[in-house]
């Protein structure tokens, strides 16, 4: 196994380490660096074991993934709404800033896909803080911008429901109200 400093001090190139022992590799320098991670897999095969063995290495390690489109560009489907509401909340969590260290784990392919300005991913999401008041107004506002559809019942990705203290979301991409 090697471990090289690349032309930037803050870029690291490690070879030859056994797979599965890689996200060990990664745990401890998201560690070491008391700060964020990213790690370029090879393909999303290769992401979803390095992700499955972070699971068992650093159980507590914040993992975020940001995958690659499923389609071609120009192609006449969509992309798969799982992947684009992955991709979307992960741009917004790096957008909005984490405040603890993390690994942030993506491919070739989506790393070399283009992403929307900072700006207008902080201007897209809402933060809500558990054990923090919330305003309804800004949050209302924030779900008509971004098309949300007001209902009595949330049923279908893309509702909400404000009653009182309570507030429904189908985000796209869940497979339930939350």
């Known amino acids: 196994m090697a471990m ?39 393909d999303d095969k290769r992401l979803d074991e390095i992700r499955n063995s972070l699971r068992f ?28 509401a992955a991709r979307m909340a992960t741009l917004a969590m790096l957008a909005q800033g984490f405040k603890k260290p993390f690994l942030l784990l993506t491919t070739v392919n989506a790393a070399t896909q283009r992403v929307p300005a900072r700006t207008l991913m902080q201007s897209s999401s809402f933060v809500a803080t558990v054990g923090k008041q919330i305003d309804e107004r800004a949050l209302r506002q924030f779900l008509v911008r971004m098309g949300f559809n007001q209902a009595p019942t949330v049923m279908e990705p893309g509702d909400y429901a404000i009653r009182g203290g309570l507030i429904d979301l189908f985000p796209p991409g869940e497979s339930a109200p939350v």
């Open 57 to 84: 290495f650093a159980p507590s390690l914040p993992v975020f993934v940001f995958p690659a489109w499923d389609c071609l560009p120009y192609d006449r489907i969509s992309p798969n709404s799982d992947v684009s």
């Open 4 to 42: 090289t400093s690349g032309p930037h001090p803050t870029q690291i190139t490690v070879g030859g380490a056994p797979e599965g022992y890689d996200a060990r590799l990664l745990a401890e320098l998201v560690d070491a660096q008391n700060g964020p991670v990213v790690h370029i897999a090879r």
